[in-house]
């Protein structure tokens, strides 16, 4: 009896054994599944306007998490031998055109040639960010070493967001700390000062503009140039933020608070709905304008958005073109978030381009050298 009922447990055991195998493969695949169609929906979101369908945007956002899970997955299913390697690595195809606008190998391409300007565009967060690391502790320190920082640089046009003064007249502030460069700006009043846009030059500016955007504190603005017989108009952008605080939003979600969540939710939605606007805005103006166009700023916004698809058509990327390393500008969430650019006429070379990790502000400097 005892040999026969251990031969029927056998017998039962491995009846189970396959359905529990199953059900395993079924769930892993359907979660490859699940996260390999939003992979895709994050290669697709850039086409699609978030003023129609605003949540569209977060998978862009999401796209540098996204990637990394369906790796994670194809390596872990190649591992095991499993015949589902093939969803992930079917998410993973497309992106390949896609993660260069993130990450750059160097190439080389432009080493030998001489640039013919060079450009940078740095948010400097009103100069309101501390690194004790640095020796940064007081909001004169960090001007102090924005300054510093922006002198060794010797760009011929640097266009800078949340400029902050606190009392007294921009133009001959900036005059007297860069005594160098023209200044063209737009600051809005507030209780304890102003902020905006100002954008310095070597070059001289033969004309400029502004672009205010309606129920919004961001901007941009523009200046006309001129070397030799060549012409170009520089904008100097700063598309609608998320006004998020990540330490709040970290808290919040540490206590599990509902407030936090829809304020943050609010917010968001607000922004995103808010930007293709202002993006629109500004590409109807570069497409009156005589001349080619360079588009500088912090557009708050991914390399897989409608700002980005917008913004690119008819000019380049200096970082996809002259890059190295990783492209993220936003030290919170490093590497993930690239939003700060410089855009170059499809006709110029971009000979490099380099994001700078210097802790005097939120943002990091985008730096490009370019060839005419």
């Known amino acids: 009896m005892a ?6 447990q056998s017998r039962i055991s491995k009846k189970k054994k396959p359905i529990k195998s199953i059900f395993y493969g079924l769930t892993s695949r359907m979660a490859m599944a699940i996260i390999a169609i939003l992979l895709g929906i994050s290669c697709l979101s850039f086409v699609i306007n978030p003023a129609k369908v605003w949540m569209i945007s977060l998978f862009g956002i999401a796209f ?3 990637l990394a899970a369906n790796i994670i997955l194809f390596v872990w299913a190649i591992i095991r031998k499993s015949k589902a390697a093939i ?13 260069n606008r993130y990450v750059q190998f160097p190439s080389g391409s432009y080493e030998d040639v001489d640039a013919d300007i060079k450009m940078v565009s740095y948010n400097l967060g009103r100069f309101s960010l501390s690194s004790k690391k640095d020796g940064v502790t007081s909001r004169e320190q960090c001007v102090d070493s924005i300054f510093a920082y922006l002198k060794r640089q010797d760009a011929d046009i640097v266009c800078l967001q949340e400029f902050y003064l606190r009392d007294g007249n921009v133009k001959s502030y900036v005059r007297k700390h860069f005594p160098n460069y023209h200044a063209e700006y737009y600051m809005f009043p507030g209780e304890y000062g102003s902020f905006g846009n100002v954008t310095l030059s070597k070059i001289p500016v033969s004309d400029k503009g502004v672009i205010k955007f309606e129920k919004s ?3 941009a603005i523009y200046t006309d140039h001129r070397i030799g017989e060549r012409r170009f108009r520089v904008y100097n952008c700063h598309f609608e933020s998320y006004n998020i605080s990540f330490a709040g939003f970290a808290k919040g979600l540490f206590r599990g608070d509902a407030e936090v969540f829809a304020e943050t939710g609010s917010k968001m939605k607000k922004s995103i ?3 293709p606007k202002q993006v629109d805005m500004v590409f109807s103006d570069i497409e009156s ?6 588009v500088c700023g912090d557009f708050n916004d991914n390399p897989m958005s409608y700002t980005y698809y917008r913004m690119t058509r008819g000019r380049k990327d200096a970082f996809v073109k002259g890059g190295t390393g990783f492209g993220a500008t936003y030290s919170h969430l490093w590497p993930m978030l690239r939003i700060d650019y410089v855009l170059v006429p499809d006709r110029y070379k971009a000979k490099s ?13 985008v730096v490009a050298e370019i060839k005419f």
């Open 64 to 66: 540098f998490p996204l």
């Open 289 to 294: 304008c005589p001349y080619e166009a360079f």
């Open 87 to 99: 969803i992930p690595m079917l998410a993973l195809l497309p992106c390949i055109f896609f993660l």
């Open 217 to 219: 504190a961001n901007l």
């Open 273 to 275: 709905s808010r930007r």
């Open 3 to 8: 040999v026969g009922t251990k031969k029927k």
């Open 353 to 365: 381009c380099e994001v700078h990790k210097v802790k005097f502000s939120d943002h990091y400097p």
